[in-house]
């Protein structure tokens, strides 16, 4: 009698696509060009400011980010009285304040606000400041509208924390470099990265916030400045985009 065939473990994905060795370099040289000298991690004094903060941040400039964020906490020194005011209300504030997506947006908030106030003693995320790194991502992940970028956002930006999320502009430069395959998503990517990078905040952040900028100022979705690029002579994409 054969025996039934045992399931096969999916491979880890560094395993599925090995990091190149040049990938420190690429990595040295993008810290070089674009955060020299970073900041000393911080932990945020209360990080569902942050996590509203990143909510309003999707699809929206940093300029709109910042003044939603502060007409937010004009309109509601508490978050209890967004949660009193309703989504209706952070709408309204949302909309005054400029930007897209305000009634999305507010939905988030209130539904996140109305979370936190059934299943913890307060409006805080306090306490994600002592949890270790898998509790705190399984607790942000476990609120409406938070899906694992916005929780990275969270644990780099807010709790100093090794995570490494994965924007738009941080998806192309993966793909052009042939970091990753051209088919795997952004969620894929950002797994793929927490695999192959040190499990050190300072290098995640760095890398992070380098290669935004160079995807800003240098490898652009359109007319990328190849010419210009510190690591074009490691991207297999310059000889076809830099021409």
Request: glycine share 6%; charged share 25%.
């Amino acid at each position: 009698m054969t025996a039934p065939p045992v399931p096969s473990k999916k491979l880890p994905l560094s395993r599925q696509q090995p990091p190149p060795e040049h990938l420190p370099e690429i990595a040295r040289r993008l810290a070089e060009e674009y955060l020299p000298d970073p900041p000393q991690p911080r932990r945020a004094p209360e990080p569902l400011d942050g996590l509203i903060q990143t909510i309003l941040s999707q699809q929206n400039t940093a300029p709109i980010t910042r003044r939603q964020f502060q007409g937010l906490k004009t309109a509601y020194p508490r978050w209890e009285g967004a949660l009193a005011d309703g989504p209706d209300g952070i709408e309204a504030v949302l909309k005054a304040a400029g930007g897209g997506l305000s009634r999305i947006k507010a939905s988030y908030i209130y539904s996140l606000l109305a979370e936190l106030d059934e299943t913890r003693p307060s409006l805080s995320l306090r306490e994600t400041r002592d949890l270790d790194d898998r509790t705190a991502r399984e607790l942000l992940e476990s609120l409406p509208g938070v899906g694992m970028k916005t929780a990275s956002c969270v644990l780099l930006f807010d709790l100093a924390r090794p995570a490494m999320p994965v924007d738009t502009h941080i998806h192309r430069i993966a793909r052009r470099l042939e970091l990753v395959p051209e088919a795997w998503n952004a969620v894929k990517v950002e797994r793929w990265f927490d695999e192959v990078l040190p499990r050190d905040w300072a290098a995640r952040y760095t890398f992070h916030v380098a290669s935004i900028r160079h995807g800003r100022q240098t490898c652009r979705a359109r007319n990328p400045a190849c010419g210009a690029c510190v690591v074009r002579d490691l991207c297999p994409s310059a000889a076809i985009l830099g021409r």
